[in-house]
């Protein structure tokens, strides 16, 4: 876990961002604000061989520019990292810094197309959310993550999530939602009836100040398995 927070980060914390490693393959999912001192702890020179980004909000993709910079400050010889990503991002990035251009230092690809990740298989879905928004379910031999990104409530959590090891999603908000329809991000509550089917369930993307143990509890009402409250510095074995 590189970041827990959702819209800006706490102090001592950062925005989405995770880092999941198989047989040495390393993907990073989102990097939020502050999230790439996070990941420079584990991944010096951001040494990483592919990062997925669900959608353009700074807080899941403003320091993929950061990593940026230091790719091409520190490893300007390497090759570029593979970024998945829906068009949208690539524009942010732009914006951020032009010069030099992000789709120099990244190959980037349509996340929506793409299949195959080093070992993973690569599986998307069109979640709910204020702008282009896309789950994705990551498969290697024995393991499956999936990710919800933002998302609002979906028939579509339950495939996305359906027999996975780690189901890491979404849970903004806590009490009862809003009445307001449609809706763009969820409660613990809704996160956890969403994750039918997995073995355990992450909760991320906290408001700032959201007392996490409060989530964790609606949770566990509604979802039979591990719930665990996503913490910068959290490793889960899978």
């Not at 032009?98 to 069109?126: H, K, S």
């Not at 989530?215 to 490793?235: H, P, Q, T």
Request: aromatic residues 8%; charged residues 20%; negative net charge.
């Amino acid at each position: 876990m590189l970041g827990s927070c959702g819209a800006w980060p706490e102090v001592d914390r950062a925005c989405a961002g995770f880092l999941l490693e198989y047989d040495g393959f390393k993907v990073v999912l989102d990097l939020g604000y502050a999230a790439l001192p996070q990941l420079l702890k584990h991944c010096p020179d951001g040494e990483v061989d592919a990062v997925v980004v669900t959608h353009q909000h700074p807080d899941h993709c403003v320091d993929v520019s950061a990593l940026a910079r230091v790719r091409y400050y520190q490893a300007r010889d390497a090759a570029p990292i593979p970024l998945y990503c829906p068009p949208g991002v690539l524009d942010v990035l732009r914006a951020l810094e032009p010069r030099p251009d992000p789709a120099t230092v990244f190959a980037v690809r349509d996340l929506a197309d793409a299949g195959e990740i080093g070992p993973f298989r690569l599986e998307t879905a069109l979640l709910p959310h204020y702008i282009t928004n896309l789950g994705v379910r990551l498969s290697a031999p024995g393991v499956t993550v999936a990710y919800t990104g933002d998302s609002g409530p979906s028939d579509l959590l339950a495939g996305l999530a359906a027999g996975s090891d780690l189901f890491v999603a979404d849970a903004t908000l806590q009490g009862e939602p809003p009445a307001t329809e449609p809706r763009y991000v969820m409660t613990a509550a809704e996160a956890a009836a969403g994750a039918t089917g997995a073995k355990r369930l992450l909760l991320t993307h906290f408001w700032p100040g959201s007392d996490r143990a409060l989530s964790v509890s609606e949770a566990r009402k509604v979802f039979a398995g591990e719930v665990i409250a996503a913490e910068e510095g959290l490793v889960v074995a899978l």
